[in-house]
């Protein structure tokens, strides 16, 4: 038996192989300290569709050692305390979006466990960080980790950590940690590696401009897709807005990818409807080149192909070739079996 699900159920939604894509609207920090404007985030993310809205959760002081001042400076006023993502959650329930968050420290993932959120994800920054990946896995829900900055061998051993607990219900998506990340540096060729090497679900977190390598990474077979979102652009000191969608254009990103997803069905043996009217006027029959009267030998030269499909078609004229007509045809006229004597 494998050691992961290829397929399990986030708050009754399926993902995974066989499922249709589960998309993330990464709202982060892009509330900025502002209780009303996660609350609008959260609206952004169910006008687009999406499966789920994630936050991250963390007190700065558990997070950030005193080594880093500026981060802390940074990101302090831009945690929400413990009590409103209790009531966030409770907005995503009426809204009948699901909702989970990237808890950072410790403190925060009890916090997240108590609200029994219905997945954990664990950020690039726990690279290496197992005892912490450990932790996450044997609170029993499914967990989705991003593998930015981490070597292929580590995603084995964060795999072979989280495989330790019994846990088995697992997605890991491919990430890079640079924001923006240039397209030529996005290396969607490792969806396939990731798939090829290990044997859980993979995905993928975007942190390009726009939202067309995301897209492609649907098409390569990423079964999560995780998108920023923002309300709000050209911020100082901050970065997640350069990589994020809003109310502009996150609800097209949500609803191409679904396009894109219809198209990657295989295609039927013989045409579907649709394409069976198209062969009528879009294929070719052989019609007479010039008029030809009852009793004639049809040769070469008497013959063209032309559309509509309605005739003879083409590629049964080695059967017609020396045959007699038994009724004229006159010039650019639609051969039929009935025109053939014999």
């Known amino acids: 038996m494998a050691r992961f699900s290829s397929h399990f159920e986030i708050d009754g939604r399926p993902v995974g192989e066989g499922c249709p894509v589960y998309v993330i609207a990464e709202a982060g920090v892009s509330h900025f300290g502002s209780e009303e404007k996660a609350y609008r985030l959260v609206d952004l993310a169910v006008a687009a569709k999406a499966d789920a809205v994630k936050f991250q959760v963390f007190d700065v002081d558990e997070m950030i050692s005193r080594e880093l001042p500026d981060w802390k400076a940074r990101l302090g006023p831009r945690a929400l ?28 993932l009890e916090f997240l466990a108590s609200l029994e959120v219905p997945v954990h994800k664990v950020g690039s920054g ?11 896995a044997e609170l029993g ?8 900055m ?13 495989a330790e607990t019994g846990a088995r219900d697992v997605a890991m998506l491919h990430c890079v940690t640079l924001y923006p990340t240039p397209p030529e540096q996005a290396a969607l060729g490792s969806i396939a590696l990731l798939r090829e090497r290990f044997d859980a679900v993979v995905g993928y977190s975007d942190h390009t401009r726009g939202f067309h390598i995301p897209l492609a990474a649907a098409g390569l077979g990423a079964r ?8 709000d652009y050209d911020v100082p000191n901050a970065q997640d807005w350069k990589v994020s969608c809003g109310p502009a254009d996150l609800g097209r990103f949500v609803s191409e ?41 049809l040769s070469a030269g008497d013959l063209r192909s032309k559309r509509p499909g309605t005739g003879i078609s083409p590629a049964k004229m080695d059967r017609v070739f020396g045959r007699r007509l038994n009724s004229a045809l006159p010039a650019d006229g639609i051969l039929t079996w009935q025109h053939l004597a014999g």
Do not use: M
Request: charged share 20%; proline share 6%; with cysteine.
């Open 126 to 136: 726990e690279v290496g960080n197992w005892p912490y990946l450990k932790k996450v």
């Open 257 to 297: 990818l679904r396009e894109v997803e219809a198209a990657l069905s295989v295609r039927p043996t013989e045409p579907d409807g649709a394409q069976a009217d198209s062969l009528i006027w879009a294929s070719k029959s052989l019609v007479a080149a010039h008029d030809l009267p009852a009793g004639h030998v």
């Open 224 to 231: 999560v897709i995780e998108k920023h979102i923002t309300l």
């Open 150 to 162: 981490y070597h292929i061998d580590q995603v084995g051993e964060a795999l072979d950590a989280i």
């Open 141 to 148: 829900k499914p967990l989705i980790f991003s593998t930015g």
């Open 81 to 108: 305390p413990y009590d409103a993502f209790a009531r966030i959650q409770g907005y995503c329930r009426q809204r009948g979006i699901t909702f989970f968050a990237t808890a950072h420290d410790l403190p925060s």
